[in-house]
């Protein structure tokens, strides 16, 4: 969601704090703005749209100043414009803020009967003129900000910049990430790491409830309590190389290509000399009864893949869940059970509150994430990095492909140790897991294939997906790319499911792609499949050769793919569904790396 930077720096700040918003343009937004504070004076410039507005904006006229906060927006409260783009200052205060503050309407009022009104439709504006007002009561800056977090419900990240203080910063945490940075004679402020990565690596994360007081040579953390707070300064690794396309058109193809790459990076640390080993404490699935599985979005469909080899392999149970429903029921959490939470930046604002209604309950929480330092990552027992390393585009591939990757591992791991899988089955079962990332190279050469069909789904106004077993979790993967960022409408169907309503859908000008690896269930799908094309629908397959020999004529058309075990499929046939929704967006002309209305990270529920 919106990205934050706050800088207390030696040198002008305006280029610094455009520079860090870059890195965060991957979280996706509409608008952009920064403040600062020059020999006391508050100033602000914001512009709609992409940050090369906002730089334009600042050659014409620029802003000074050695103190300063960013923000990049993704709009939740009013459309997206200059008026609503932050900062929101007032003539004392600037803020920026991640988040929804949940009784905005309730503080407006408040603010109104003192006659206090208000300019924007955003909930942040809130937060500034609370401040303000507890300001013109005499308050301190610091005093007052901590008087305005107190009045606060929701989730925030916030920053504030006041007139007058050149060396004073206040950030607060609740519910949306915030790392404070450490210079020599600076400080800094961002919403993740990479943001502040040219500047530093030595970063202090800000634990839940947590808010800070800033100046160029010190830090003062205090907790919800208000108690004073030691918070660790850690050494951060960041592959600042990530941010760059690698002579790639867009971050998406980037990522795709780097694949079989990450995949073996996983593999490396996740298998030695043949054996599963996982991090401390490690996992014993003799000690569990059941598996529940939280995630959003394409890690959803991870979990809805995993859940199928968790069953078949381990004999384990398993649920799955939509983390924005799923504490929201209220489930009964039995005695054995596992809590398994899937998020790509590991501060997905659903599957972190999933997280925290499962503490207590259940009697592990691991948890499968990008990001080792995230908060998802922290607040779990069994944290399981996927080592994809950064990815930047929004639309999820090697992050996904990680994921099942590490779920496949898993998996076998409790076949292993619930006495599902002998010795020769777990050694076959990990050949088949580290045969992916050459399949995947080999996949990865189907580029024009994917491409020149993908320009005739460019023509199509709505698509179905089609599988069956762990084909079907892909199969909706695969829809929700497509959707992503091609804005093409598609919808994933289990292949049996088709006669069941889907099938009034069917008639030639909507193409149907047929997710089929030969597997057990391959005869039922291209039954399935026949039942397309006896109503005039158009199939696109996707199997291996040997499938496509025996699925017979009269295909619209087809991808081969490799031969490869039917337990890993699933992984090897994200290739196909990627490259599909990636040529068919470029054919369209889509933003492909920021799709409309979407963001990366989505820290808000």
Same mark, same amino acid.
């Given at each position: ?424 089955? &777990? %050694?076959?079962? *990990?050949? +088949? @897991? ?8 080999? !996949?990865? $050469?189907? =580029? ?119 337990? &890993? %499929?699933?992984? *090897?046939? +994200? @290739? ?8 068919? !967006?470029? $054919?369209? =002309? ?16």
């Amino acid at each position: 969601m919106c990205g934050i930077v706050g800088v207390l720096g030696n040198n002008q700040v305006a280029p610094l704090l455009v520079e860090s918003l870059k890195r965060l343009e991957y979280r996706g937004y509409d608008s952009a703005g920064i403040a600062t504070v020059n020999d006391g004076a508050l100033d602000r410039r914001r512009a709609v749209g992409k940050l090369v507005n906002l730089q334009d904006l600042l050659v014409h006229d620029p802003l000074a100043g050695k103190s300063g906060i960013g923000h990049t927006r993704w709009a939740t409260h009013g459309e997206p414009n200059v008026k609503n783009a932050h900062p929101h200052a007032t003539a004392r205060v600037a803020v920026v803020h991640n988040g929804i503050v949940e009784n905005f309407r309730e503080l407006r009022e408040d603010l109104a009967a003192k006659g206090i009104g208000y300019e924007t439709d955003t909930d942040t504006e809130t937060v500034a003129l609370l401040t303000q007002s507890f300001l013109d009561d005499g308050m301190t800056p610091v005093d007052a900000a901590e008087a305005v977090i107190a009045r606060l419900e929701g989730a925030y990240a916030l920053c504030f910049l006041f007139q007058g203080e050149d060396d004073l910063m206040i950030a607060a945490r609740k519910g949306s990430p915030l790392a404070i940075g450490h210079g020599e004679g600076e400080m800094f402020v961002g919403s993740d790491a990479i943001a502040l990565a040219p500047m530093t690596d030595k970063i202090t994360y800000l634990e839940e409830g947590d808010w800070a007081v800033l100046t160029r040579t010190s830090v003062e953390i205090r907790d919800a309590q208000g108690a004073l707070a030691n918070r660790e300064i850690r050494t951060i690794q960041i592959d600042t190389t990530s941010v760059d396309k690698g002579g790639h058109k867009h971050y998406m193809a980037k990522e795709i290509a780097e694949q079989p790459t990450v995949l073996t990076n996983a593999l490396g640390y996740y298998i030695k000399d043949g054996r599963i080993e996982l991090p401390d404490p490690g996992l014993d699935f003799t000690q569990i009864d059941r598996l529940t599985m939280v995630a959003c979005g394409t890690a959803f469909y991870a979990c809805l893949t995993a859940k199928y080899w968790f069953e078949q392999i381990a004999r384990l149970p398993v649920e799955i869940d939509v983390a924005s429903e799923f504490r929201y029921r209220e489930p009964p959490i039995a005695k054995g059970t596992a809590a398994l939470f899937v998020s790509q930046s590991g501060e997905t604002a659903d599957t972190l509150a999933a997280l925290r209604y499962c503490e207590g309950k259940a009697d592990k929480i691991v948890s499968v994430v990008n990001v080792p330092e995230s908060s998802i990552a922290r607040e779990s027992d069994l944290p399981l990095p996927i080592l994809a390393g950064r990815e930047i585009g929004v639309a999820s591939t090697k992050a996904f492909t990680c994921q099942l990757t590490v779920l496949a591992i898993l998996a076998v791991k409790a076949a292993q140790d619930r006495g599902e899988l002998d010795a020769d089955g &777990v %050694a076959r079962a *990990l050949d +088949a @897991i580290k045969s992916v990332p050459a399949m995947m190279s080999q !996949a990865l $050469a189907l =580029g024009e294939q994917s491409n020149a069909v993908s320009r005739k789904l460019a023509e199509a106004r709505d698509i179905l997906f089609l599988g069956r077993g762990p084909m079907y979790a892909l199969a909706h993967e695969g829809a929700l790319k497509l959707k992503e960022i091609s804005y093409i409408h598609a919808e994933a169907y289990a292949s049996g499911e088709l006669k069941h309503g889907p099938i009034a859908l069917v008639d030639e000008h909507v193409p149907v792609i047929v997710m089929a690896p030969r597997d057990a269930l391959f005869d039922k799908t291209i039954s399935n499949m026949q039942e397309v094309m006896a109503r005039g629908g158009r199939v696109l397959l996707i199997t291996d050769a040997q499938g496509a020999k025996e699925a017979g004529p009269g295909v619209w058309d087809t991808i081969l793919m490799p031969e490869i075990d039917p337990f &890993v %499929a699933p992984i *090897l046939y +994200a @290739i196909p569904a990627q490259l599909l929704a990636y040529h068919t !967006a470029v $054919a369209k =002309g889509t933003d492909v790396d920021q799709p409309r209305n979407l963001a990366k990270s989505v820290t808000v529920e």
